[in-house]
């Protein structure tokens, strides 16, 4: 089988290829990837090459396929296990494995299996693991943005309280409890904010803040204080930029009792020593932003860790179990990823894209792996109404879904795409 992918070979070393993939061996399943949202941490694997911790030493010699957050269509299935799955089905895949305590991912450690091809080989560890997930909702990008959401979902089981006299710790958020997460209206924050108000163990009160007003006025737009008030959660919007103290100011909204939960999605010293200051009684600080610069600390009141009981966690991933939960809500609705979503590209937008992806604004940027098209902005989608008849009708179905993509405007696309 004959596949097109962009393969990485060191630093800054990205290649869009086109190559035969080995036969599928007994133990092991051929793909076809549809779409693969783009990850910081792919940018991050790009820049430091070999010297990430999850690509292989060798990589110039045997270079890697990139992209960890895809979806696809099952095409064969070696003998092994044809009783778990069948071609034709869609799939999702949990990059951590775990394999005997193995960094080894796809999207980062793998010849033939990544998230920017169009078809791939999935090695038998990924079943082994139970990380071969099937889909059963519309469309492809939901899957593919079910990654994203397992990491919040985790990040969110990742807290954990107690009771005076008892060691026991008690996992999650306080239920009913009051929640801030900071920095909190980018992709992974909208991902939190959507999944927190829709979820089965919810706080009474979320405060989220930022210093975008631009991208806080999107966010209420896309989940809003009255949706997350049918869920029986008060949710507040607050840009921090121009209070003068908002360690006081975010105290006061939690009528001084401090916060139960605190999510910290940006890795800034002073939003982390924020955190802290605001947490209440046996509150809990996850600190989910994962830092560039392996020295990066900020300083923690232990006063307050001895004697309110205050604690410090940090997550970066969410397990299989996480990412089925988060497939099993958006196959019922309960979660909308096309909020996540700010553009879309073809499989030859990948390299440009990938190597800029901090100088890109916006939110997600989502991929489909089998046809050619600019990475284009969804706004910038009526801009270019002449330039094609794609761009016309998907700026009218966009519009019509208040300006998000859809599952609508996904198999458009497919429809009438120009494919390699």
């Not at 008030?229 to 939690?254: A, C, G």
Request: charged letters at 25%; proline letters at 5%; one cysteine or more.
């Amino acid at each position: 089988m004959k596949t097109h992918a962009v393969r990485l070979y060191g630093k800054d070393d990205l290649r869009l290829e086109t190559f035969d993939l080995p036969p599928v061996r007994e133990n092991e399943i051929l793909a076809r990837v549809v779409s693969d949202s783009l990850c910081m941490s792919s940018y991050k694997a790009t820049k430091q090459g070999a010297d990430h911790k999850r690509i292989p030493d060798d990589v110039a010699e045997n270079p890697v396929m990139i992209g960890h957050e895809f979806s696809g269509e099952i095409v064969e299935v070696g003998s092994r296990w044809k009783d778990h799955f069948r071609p034709g089905r869609k799939f999702s895949i949990q990059p951590a494995l775990n394999y005997k305590g193995s960094l080894d991912a796809p999207g980062y450690s793998y010849q033939y299996i990544g998230g920017d091809a169009t078809y791939i080989i999935i090695p038998n560890e990924v079943m082994e693991m139970r990380c071969l997930l099937d889909y059963d909702g519309e469309g492809y990008f939901p899957a593919s943005l079910s990654e994203p959401y397992s990491c919040v979902a985790g990040t969110f089981h990742a807290h954990y309280h107690t009771r005076s006299g008892s060691y026991v710790h008690e996992m999650g958020i306080r239920e009913g409890g009051k929640m801030a997460i900071l920095a909190g209206v980018g992709p992974m924050g909208l991902a939190a904010i959507d999944y927190i108000i829709h979820c089965d163990r919810r706080p009474s009160m979320l405060v989220v803040t930022d210093i975008d007003q631009s991208r806080l006025d999107r966010a209420s737009l896309l989940l809003t204080p009255e949706e997350a008030s049918r869920n029986q959660v008060e949710l507040v919007y607050l840009n921090t930029l121009e209070i003068k103290d908002p360690v006081d100011y975010l105290r006061e909204i939690s009528q001084g009792s401090g916060f139960d939960d605190v999510l910290v999605f940006a890795p800034v010293k002073k939003l982390v020593e924020q955190a802290d200051r605001i947490l209440g009684k046996d509150g809990c600080l996850n600190f989910f932003a994962g830092p560039s610069d392996p020295g990066f600390s900020a300083e923690f009141n232990f006063y307050n860790a001895h004697y309110l009981s205050t604690h410090i966690v940090g997550t970066s991933g969410g397990n299989t179990e996480d990412m089925i939960e988060s497939l099993d809500m958006m196959s019922k609705g309960l979660l909308n990823p096309a909020i996540l979503i700010t553009h879309i590209g073809g499989l030859n937008a990948v390299i440009h894209a990938t190597s800029s992806l901090p100088n890109i604004p916006g939110g997600k940027k989502m991929i489909y792996t089998n046809i050619n098209m600019e990475l284009t902005a969804i706004e910038d989608f009526g801009n270019k109404s002449k330039e094609s008849p794609l761009f016309e009708n998907l700026a009218r179905i966009c519009d019509k879904h208040h300006g998000l993509w859809s599952i609508e405007a996904e198999k458009y696309l497919l429809d009438n795409a120009d494919y390699l």
